[in-house]
């Protein structure tokens, strides 16, 4: 009954098996969940990254089947607490910082969403985890979408495109969040924007990666 009342307060529905009251069920989520990590983010190898350094990426599914559906049910199809559960099962599988800021990638300049699907997902890590969500990312120059670009053009983005205008980080652990990682260019600037505030270190979450990364030109050594 309790299922029903809240269907007529908030009518929604699991997208995976109907369930309703229901934005994601922590069950159908948990069962397409298929971690990886730690990675470099900028070449996918193995860490320690001798080119790199420690860039640790971690990701809980491949951006394929419904795990993509739900991405694009997130983006695009306004469904935006489906982000908070995927952000609760990632902080699920994924190995948890002793002490850390969770912190989204910004929304791009003049986006038609009226939410940050980065920041659900975030707030889904922050709430099991416990640590404070940070919204601190800005972008600092218009860039096009990078779902628009080809992968060679989304390495073109300026290395100051995004900055930093939250506080100083006293050592804590940056622990930055989008929803997809295809080259990782967002996620790169957004660490540039982060370094000179004091991060007692750093970690890059998707909740997917791209199965086609190579085909879209993801970041070369040496980036």
């Given at each position: 009954m309790?299922?029903?009342l809240s269907h007529l307060?908030?009518?929604s529905s699991c997208p995976l098996c109907g369930k309703i009251g229901q934005d994601l069920c922590p069950i159908c989520c948990s069962q397409m969940l298929d971690p990886s990590g730690p990675a470099c983010l900028l070449c996918e190898g193995p860490l320690p990254c001798d080119i790199h350094g420690g860039l640790p990426w971690y990701s809980a599914v491949p951006?394929?089947?419904m795990a993509?559906?739900?991405?694009?049910?997130?983006k695009y199809r306004g469904n935006a607490r489906v982000g908070l559960e995927m952000g609760k099962q990632m902080a699920s599988v994924l190995p948890k910082p002793r002490s850390a800021v969770i912190i989204p990638v910004p929304l791009h300049r003049g986006s038609s969403r009226k939410?940050?699907?980065a920041?659900?997902?975030?707030s889904g890590i922050s709430k099991v985890w416990g640590f404070p969500l940070m919204d601190g990312l800005k972008w600092s120059k218009a860039i096009s979408c990078q779902t628009s670009l080809d992968g060679p053009d989304r390495f073109d983005m300026p290395m100051d495109a995004i900055s930093w205008y939250g506080p100083f980080l006293k050592e804590q652990e940056a622990v930055i969040v989008d929803d997809v990682k295809t080259?990782?260019?967002?996620l790169?600037?957004?660490?540039?924007a982060l370094r000179d505030y004091s991060p007692g270190g750093v970690r890059f979450l998707t909740w997917s990666r791209s199965v086609n990364v190579k085909s879209k030109g993801g970041i070369p050594f040496g980036t």
């Open positions: 309790l299922e029903y307060i908030w009518p951006h394929s089947g993509r559906e739900l991405v694009l049910l997130l939410y940050n699907q920041r659900w997902i975030a080259t990782g260019t967002t790169y600037r957004s660490y540039l």
